[in-house]
Every structure is written in structure tokens, then in C-alpha cells.
């Protein structure tokens, strides 16, 4: 129906008018075909598990750097520790 009002506008009115049809028309079928899976998608909840899930992931396969991280800190902790129980305060 809307190719037919976009032709009988092109040849029985005014080009201007057809292309107004055609841009308007093709506007609203697109919006149409966009809108047709509009409640297909996942909910924001299914989306924030999926997130932490990942997150989760994330987090367990960096555990070990963390571990050699708070090692490496601890020793410099020890290492600080250990220069100003010399009496010395301006460490």
C-alpha cells in the first residue's frame, strides 16, 4: 500500500510530495521491522548476571597476579618496617 500511495504521489502530484511519501513511508516501515522483536530481548536483570558472571570469571583467572601483587606489597611492608625500627624517623 505504501509503494502504491509513493507512486501515485510521483506520478499523478508532485516529486516533492512523492519523495515526502517514500522518506516518511520508508521512516515508518523501518521503525515497524525494528520494533517487531521489541520484546525478544533480555531484561536488564538476565544482563547484570550475565555481567557478574563474566566479572566472576575475570576475577578468578587474575587471582593469581593479585597473589604475587599483596606478596610483593607485604615484603615492601617488611622491608619499610624493618628500616624504621632503626630508630630512624624520617622514614
Known sequence: MWAVATAATFLLLDPVLGAAVAIFGGAL????????DWDRHSSYEEREMERARRR??????QAGARARDRA???AHQARRAGRSGGG????
Open 56 to 61: 566472576k570469571e575475570k576475577w578468578a583467572r
Open 88 to 91: 630512624d624517623a624520617a622514614a
Open 72 to 74: 610483593r606489597w607485604e
Open 29 to 36: 516501515v523501518a521503525l515497524t521491522v525494528a520494533a517487531a
